[in-house]
């Protein structure tokens, strides 16, 4: 009989029973393929039961290890939208890997996807959790099972960009990340994510919640809050599927929302209100925004230009849970959820231009928006809803942002916002302009790119214009996360 533990349970076992299929199939690329496409769109369709079901709040024990240590699944709003985001791009990505893969005659194609599969589930473990050991278990599977895909190329650049990569993430996790969920089990009894904050209802101090804030903060070092931030960067030496991967659909996107359900389940918003290093936190996420903005600008080379607005545009969520207001904390949710679609769009169109051409460089990117309109349109659409421009999606985040700033007395954090936008235009738009205006340096392209890179990218960008008028269904949604932060009214 179908129930919601079981979907709980099957939300983890599709990609994993995926990937088996998939390293099965090795040598029949058609067969691995489809089996890869079969279980994103399984996953999608059992994440939906899961949207549907989550204000139940029904709960699966994994295993018991001691008083107080469980593992276990515990089905929330913000758990179901993060699952439903890495669910439903993965079947976009899959579409784009396969045109990727095959159209750059990439090696390891079939470790590529089995990969892949693991990271899905470890993310689906993590957006899943019940509680902070179950988290972060999840989270390190995550970060291991995504190093053989930042190294895939096997060169030297792909190794030592694959050393920082493990290095940081590992080293923050365990050093920071670990430490302060034992330190949460000692000071609650507990390490469950509960309504109003478990450290706030053991009546914790907020000079010892300051403590495990920047403990937190820092140690989920895949939120890449600077200075944390160096193996986002470093892991653009990836194949442009799995910098989709990291940036949109699972990595970074694991990180920021740890943050937020920690922020909102551990600690509540009133004792981040009152832990001293909230405000300092704050300003690091704002200057955070700013600075690897004007770092972006200074990248000629497209994916790091891209992967330096990933930093800045992650620290909006860091940024709206040290502001602790119900707005702030709503905006960092849907910024989740807006980024991950509009950043998918940028890192799959630059993977479509490179499989076409070669290039890297956006100066070498003169004209190529005549040969290829719809995929220069569909960079563009994204660009401009990371830019916050309506009526697409990125421009809600922004919005509620500057409002739960403004709520918090903390307008100044505005100021970061705006300046953010205005340097999102500097770096994002030039390659538009280039690809639309700007003469061609050769008479042709050498060849067109698959379908399969180009398609994707036109549906996610459809995606953030569609995303945009669904603002009210999202809200209502995540309102009850939210409404016991608030005053009557507040939202």
């Not at 390190?140 to 895909?149: F, I, K, M, N, Q």
């Not at 904050?197 to 937190?216: E, K, T």
């Not at 679609?341 to 890297?360: H, V």
């Amino acid at each position: 009989m179908w129930s919601a533990e079981l979907s709980l349970a099957l939300a983890l076992t599709i990609p994993a029973v995926g990937g088996v299929f998939v390293a099965l199939l090795g040598n029949k690329p058609n067969l691995r393929e489809g089996a890869t496409l079969v279980s994103a769109v399984l996953l999608a369709i059992n994440v939906a039961y899961l949207v549907e079901i989550a204000p139940s709040e029904p709960t699966l024990v994994l295993a018991n290890i001691a008083p107080g240590l469980q593992l276990t699944f515990k089905l929330e709003p913000l758990g179901a939208i993060f699952a439903a985001v890495a669910s439903g791009l993965w079947i976009v990505n899959s579409l784009y890997s396969i045109g990727y893969m095959r159209g750059n005659n990439e090696k390891n194609q079939t470790r590529f996807y089995v990969c892949f599969c693991i990271a899905i589930a470890s993310a689906m473990g993590v957006a899943l959790s019940g509680n902070l050991l179950t988290m972060f278990l999840f989270y390190e599977v995550l970060s291991l099972s995504t190093y053989p895909l930042v190294t895939h190329k096997g060169d030297e650049n792909a190794k030592r960009g694959g050393k920082i990569y493990l290095t940081i993430l590992m080293g923050t996790s365990i050093g920071l990340f670990l430490p302060a969920v034992i330190a949460t089990h000692f000071l609650a009894g507990s390490t469950d994510f509960v309504a109003g904050g478990l450290l706030a209802l053991n009546d914790v101090q907020p000079m010892i919640a300051g403590i495990l804030l920047i403990m937190f903060a820092f140690g989920i070092g895949k939120a890449a809050l600077m200075p944390m931030h160096p193996w986002l960067p470093n892991a653009m030496v990836a194949p442009t599927p799995v910098s989709a991967l990291l940036h949109a659909v699972a990595v970074v996107k694991a990180g920021v929302f740890s943050i937020l359900k920690v922020g909102t389940y551990i600690f509540g918003p009133t004792l981040i209100a009152a832990a001293p290093s909230s405000e300092p936190l704050a300003w690091i996420a704002a200057i955070s925004i700013v600075l690897a903005s004007v770092v972006a600008i200074t990248k000629d080379n497209l994916k790091a230009r891209l992967a330096f607005s990933t930093v800045s545009q992650l620290s909006y969520v860091t940024l709206g849970v040290m502001l602790a207001s119900p707005l702030a904390m709503l905006g960092a949710a849907l910024q989740i959820i807006m980024h991950a679609w509009g950043k998918i769009t940028l890192f799959m169109s630059a993977g479509a231009i490179y499989t076409a051409t070669k290039k890297t460089e956006i100066s070498q990117m003169r004209g190529l928006g005549k040969y290829m309109p719809w995929l220069f349109g569909a960079y563009t659409v994204g660009a401009l809803s990371i830019i916050g421009l309506p009526p697409l999606g990125g421009s809600w985040p922004k919005l509620f942002l500057m409002q739960g700033a403004w709520d918090a007395g903390q307008a100044i954090m505005i100021v970061a916002l705006v300046a953010s936008s205005i340097l999102n235009v500097a770096y994002l738009l030039p390659l538009s302009a280039r690809g639309f205006f700007a003469p061609a340096d050769e008479a042709k392209l050498k060849k067109q790119p698959p379908a399969l890179v180009i398609i994707p990218p036109v549906i996610t960008a459809a995606g953030v214009i569609v995303l945009f008028f669904l603002i009210g269904p999202i809200r209502d949604y995540l309102e009850p996360v939210f409404m016991p932060l608030a005053s009557a009214g507040a939202l």
